[in-house]
C-alpha cells in the first residue's frame, strides 16, 4: 500500500511516499526556520503563508524521488491537529484536492500519534493484532513491542504515554506548564543563542560541563512535568551571578542535564510499574543526543530496551503521518477513511 502523506501542523512543509507504513520511499521536509528566526518563534500567519508557497513543489517532489506517479497512490494522509490552525489548513486543502480528484481514502492523522509511529518507520512493530489478521509473523522485523510506554517530548507537548496497542493510548503524565522543547528554545532565547534552542544548546552542550550548575529537578506527583522552573533557574542564575557570567556552556550543558534527568526518571518508573519491557522516544526533543544516549544506557542497565527513531525522523516530517495512518487504516476491519469533510483542530487530543 502506498500512502501520501503531508504534514503542515508547524513550520515545517513536508510530503513523504511511504510502502506498506515502513518502507520511507520519500520524506521531503522544506523549513521555514530562516524566515522565523528573526522573531525568536514561530509567527503563525508567515508560516501559514510560506506553507501555501510551498506544499504544492514538496508533494512533487517527494513523488518524483519516491518515483511515483499520482496514480500509484492508495490513500491520502494528513496531520489536522494539533498544531496551527491556519498552517494545518493548507495540507488540509492540499490532501483534500488530491484524494478527491483520485477518488482515494484521506487518512486524517493526529500528529502526535504521528510522532510515536516515527518508531515504526523502517521496522514494522510486532503486533498480535496485526499478525491475528493474516500477516506473517515472520516477515515482521524485531520492533518496538505493545504494551510499551513513549516518552513524547516536542515543542509543544511533553507526554507519558502507555501504548497498549494501535490506537490504544493511556496519558500517565503530561507537563504542567512549559513542555520541554518550549523551553530549550525560551533558555536559548534568553542566552541570546538564538531559534530554535534545542538543536543550539546540544551542540553547544557538548563543550560544556553538566555539573557546573546545580538546577533543580521538579518532580511533580505521578507522571507529570513541570520544566518552567528549571527555565526560570536559569534566569535567575544569569541575573544574579556577579560579572563576568560564567560559560555559557557550562550552563547549558547544566540546564539540558537537568531536563534530562527528569525525563529519563519518569520515563523508566512508568516503563517499569506498567510492566513494560520497550521504551519509545518520540518528538522533536528525542533528537537531543544527550537524551538519546542517557535514555539508551539507563533504559539497558534496567533491562529495559529503548527504541529511538532514526534521526530524520524525530522533528516534525510526512513519513511518520504516513506510517500512522497505514496501522489506523489496516487496524480498523473496514477501510475507514476520513471524511472529506474533515476540519483542522488546532488542540486536537490524543
Ligand atoms: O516535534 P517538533 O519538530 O515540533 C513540534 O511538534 O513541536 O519539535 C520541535 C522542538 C523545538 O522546541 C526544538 O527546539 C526541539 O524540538 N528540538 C530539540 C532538538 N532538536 C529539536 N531539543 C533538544 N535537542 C535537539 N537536538
Ligand atoms: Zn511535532
Redesign the pocket.
Known amino acids: 500500500m502506498f500512502i501520501l502523506a503531508i504534514e503542515t ?2 513550520d ?1 512543509t513536508s510530503a513523504a511516499v511511504v510502502k506498506d507504513g515502513s518502507e520511507v520511499l520519500s520524506n521531503v521536509i522544506s523549513s521555514q526556520i530562516e524566515f522565523h528566526k528573526k522573531y525568536g518563534g514561530i509567527v503563525p500567519e508567515v508560516a501559514a503563508r510560506k506553507h501555501i508557497e510551498v506544499v504544492s513543489p514538496v508533494i512533487k517532489e517527494a513523488l518524483e524521488q519516491a518515483k511515483a506517479l499520482l496514480k500509484d497512490i492508495d490513500a491520502v494522509a494528513v496531520t489536522y491537529g494539533p ?1 496551527l490552525v491556519g498552517s494545518l489548513l493548507v495540507g488540509l486543502c492540499a490532501a483534500k484536492a488530491i484524494a478527491w480528484s483520485l477518488d482515494k481514502p484521506l487518512i486524517g492523522v493526529n ?1 502526535l500519534e504521528g ?1 510515536i509511529y516515527a518508531n515504526f518507520l523502517n521496522s514494522p512493530p510486532s503486533s498480535p493484532s496485526l499478525n491475528k489478521r493474516g500477516g506473517n509473523p515472520n516477515e515482521v522485523r524485531e520492533g518496538v513491542s505493545f504494551p510499551f510506554t513513549c516518552l513524547l ?5 511533553t507526554m507519558i504515554m502507555l501504548v497498549e496497542d494501535h490506537g490504544k493510548y493511556k496519558t500517565l503524565g503530561r507537563t504542567r506548564d512549559d ?4 523551553a ?2 525560551k533558555v ?1 532565547r534568553f542566552l541570546g543563542l538564538g531559534y ?4 543550539i ?2 551542540k553547544l552542550a557538548k563543550e560544556g560541563n553538566p555539573k557546573a550548575v546545580k538546577f533543580t529537578r521538579p518532580m511533580p506527583d505521578g507522571y507529570d512535568f513541570s520544566f518552567s522552573g528549571i527555565k526560570t533557574g536559569v534566569v535567575n542564575y544569569v541575573s544574579n551571578t556577579p560579572h563576568p557570567i560564567p560559560h555559557t556552556p557550562d550552563i547549558v550543558a547544566s540546564f ?1 542535564q537537568a531536563v534530562i534527568d527528569v525525563l529519563v526518571e519518569k520515563t523508566i518508573r512508568a516503563a517499569k510499574e506498567y510492566n513494560c519491557k520497550d521504551v519509545a522516544l518520540a ?3 528525542s ?3 544527550e ?1 538519546r544516549t542517557q535514555l539508551l544506557t539507563r533504559c539497558g542497565a534496567e533491562g529495559l530496551t529503548a527504541h529511538i527513531p532514526p534521526f530524520e525522523y ?3 516530517n510526512a513519513a511518520m503521518i504516513a506510517c500512522a495512518a497505514y496501522y489506523q487504516h489496516a487496524s480498523h476491519p473496514i477501510p475507514h477513511p476520513s471524511s472529506l469533510a474533515l476540519s483542522p483542530i488546532a488542540s486536537l487530543k490524543l
Open positions: 501542523s508547524c515545517e498544531g500528529h510522532h517530548v516536542s515543542g509543544g507537548h513542555a520541554a522543547g518550549e530549550f528554545d536559548a530554535p534552542g534545542g538543536p544548546i546540544d539540558q518528538g522533536g526533543v533528537a537531543n543526543s537524551l524525530c522533528t516534525d
